[in-house]
Protein backbone atom coordinates (compact mmCIF):
# COMPACT_ATOMS: atom_id res chain seq x y z
CA UNK A 1 0.00 0.00 0.00
CA UNK A 2 1.10 3.88 -0.23
CA UNK A 3 0.78 6.18 2.15
CA UNK A 4 -1.24 9.34 1.21
CA UNK A 5 -1.36 13.01 2.97
CA UNK A 6 -3.35 15.52 2.09
CA UNK A 7 -3.01 19.07 2.43
CA UNK A 8 -3.84 22.25 0.80
CA UNK A 9 -8.07 22.84 2.50
CA UNK A 10 -8.69 26.00 4.16
CA UNK A 11 -11.99 28.82 4.51
CA UNK A 12 -12.47 30.59 0.93
CA UNK A 13 -15.22 32.42 -0.05
CA UNK A 14 -17.45 31.73 -2.73
CA UNK A 15 -16.02 31.99 -6.67
CA UNK A 16 -12.31 31.61 -4.54
CA UNK A 17 -10.02 29.12 -5.14
CA UNK A 18 -8.25 26.23 -3.63
CA UNK A 19 -5.52 23.45 -4.60
CA UNK A 20 -5.23 20.63 -2.79
CA UNK A 21 -1.85 18.62 -2.61
CA UNK A 22 -1.94 14.63 -1.83
CA UNK A 23 1.50 13.58 -1.39
CA UNK A 24 2.31 9.88 -1.60
CA UNK A 25 5.08 7.65 0.00
CA UNK A 26 6.38 3.84 0.68
CA UNK A 27 5.73 2.61 -2.92
CA UNK A 28 6.05 3.48 -6.37
CA UNK A 29 3.14 5.96 -7.06
CA UNK A 30 3.22 6.11 -10.75
CA UNK A 31 1.95 2.80 -10.77
CA UNK A 32 -1.58 4.05 -9.54
CA UNK A 33 -4.13 5.48 -10.93
CA UNK A 34 -5.81 7.88 -8.23
CA UNK A 35 -8.89 9.90 -7.33
CA UNK A 36 -10.49 13.09 -5.06
CA UNK A 37 -13.50 11.91 -2.93
CA UNK A 38 -15.41 14.49 -0.88
CA UNK A 39 -17.52 13.71 2.33
CA UNK A 40 -19.84 16.33 3.82
CA UNK A 41 -21.58 16.14 7.41
CA UNK A 42 -24.85 13.91 7.28
CA UNK A 43 -23.78 13.12 3.15
CA UNK A 44 -22.43 10.10 2.02
CA UNK A 45 -18.87 10.08 0.67
CA UNK A 46 -19.06 10.91 -2.97
CA UNK A 47 -16.44 10.93 -6.13
CA UNK A 48 -15.14 13.94 -7.36
CA UNK A 49 -12.26 13.64 -9.99
CA UNK A 50 -9.85 10.83 -10.62
CA UNK A 51 -6.89 10.40 -13.04
CA UNK A 52 -5.05 7.23 -14.46
CA UNK A 53 -1.42 6.51 -14.12
CA UNK A 54 0.16 9.05 -16.23
CA UNK A 55 1.80 6.36 -18.73
CA UNK A 56 1.40 6.21 -22.42
CA UNK A 57 -2.30 7.82 -22.27
CA UNK A 58 -0.86 11.21 -21.07
CA UNK A 59 -3.12 11.00 -17.63
CA UNK A 60 -6.59 10.94 -18.66
CA UNK A 61 -8.80 12.17 -16.20
CA UNK A 62 -13.00 11.78 -14.97
CA UNK A 63 -14.58 13.90 -13.25
CA UNK A 64 -18.10 14.30 -11.71
CA UNK A 65 -20.64 16.41 -12.94
CA UNK A 66 -20.89 18.50 -10.14
CA UNK A 67 -16.94 19.66 -10.64
CA UNK A 68 -16.77 19.60 -14.20
CA UNK A 69 -15.25 22.76 -15.58
CA UNK A 70 -14.26 23.87 -12.24
CA UNK A 71 -12.25 21.53 -11.07
CA UNK A 72 -9.08 19.75 -12.53
CA UNK A 73 -7.05 17.21 -11.13
CA UNK A 74 -3.60 16.64 -12.11
CA UNK A 75 0.01 14.28 -11.08
CA UNK A 76 3.87 14.93 -10.46
CA UNK A 77 5.11 11.68 -10.70
CA UNK A 78 8.21 12.88 -10.20
CA UNK A 79 7.07 14.62 -7.06
CA UNK A 80 4.63 11.43 -5.67
CA UNK A 81 1.87 14.11 -5.64
CA UNK A 82 -1.52 13.92 -7.40
CA UNK A 83 -3.23 17.74 -7.27
CA UNK A 84 -6.93 19.08 -7.20
CA UNK A 85 -6.98 22.39 -8.05
CA UNK A 86 -10.50 24.23 -7.38
CA UNK A 87 -12.11 27.31 -9.29
CA UNK A 88 -15.46 29.04 -8.97
CA UNK A 89 -16.01 27.35 -5.39
CA UNK A 90 -19.24 27.00 -3.92
CA UNK A 91 -20.59 26.85 -0.36
CA UNK A 92 -22.25 23.14 -1.69
CA UNK A 93 -18.68 22.30 -2.42
CA UNK A 94 -17.64 22.91 1.39
CA UNK A 95 -16.52 19.12 2.79
CA UNK A 96 -14.02 17.11 3.99
CA UNK A 97 -11.56 15.83 1.13
CA UNK A 98 -9.70 12.74 1.03
CA UNK A 99 -7.70 11.34 -1.75
CA UNK A 100 -7.68 7.69 -2.73
CA UNK A 101 -5.10 5.28 -4.73
CA UNK A 102 -6.38 2.37 -6.86
CA UNK A 103 -8.86 3.57 -9.64
CA UNK A 104 -9.52 6.88 -11.90
CA UNK A 105 -13.46 5.67 -11.60
CA UNK A 106 -15.86 5.82 -8.69
CA UNK A 107 -16.61 2.38 -8.79
CA UNK A 108 -13.15 1.29 -8.39
CA UNK A 109 -10.85 -0.78 -5.80
CA UNK A 110 -8.97 1.84 -3.62
CA UNK A 111 -6.62 0.10 -1.56
CA UNK A 112 -5.50 3.37 0.54
CA UNK A 113 -7.13 6.61 1.70
CA UNK A 114 -5.59 9.53 3.42
CA UNK A 115 -6.89 11.41 6.58
CA UNK A 116 -8.83 14.45 4.75
CA UNK A 117 -8.47 18.00 4.29
CA UNK A 118 -11.09 19.92 5.49
CA UNK A 119 -12.50 22.32 2.67
CA UNK A 120 -14.86 25.54 3.55
CA UNK A 121 -16.82 27.33 1.36
CA UNK A 122 -18.25 30.39 2.94
CA UNK A 123 -21.06 32.25 1.17
Known amino acids: QVQLVESGGGVVQAGGSLRLSCAAS????????MSWFRQAPGKEREFVAG???????????NYANSVKGRFTISRDNAKDTVYLQMNSLKPEDTAMYYC?????????????WGQGTQVTVSS
Open 51 to 61: INWGGWSGGRT
Open 100 to 112: AAGSMYSSGDFHS
Open 26 to 33: GHTFSNYA
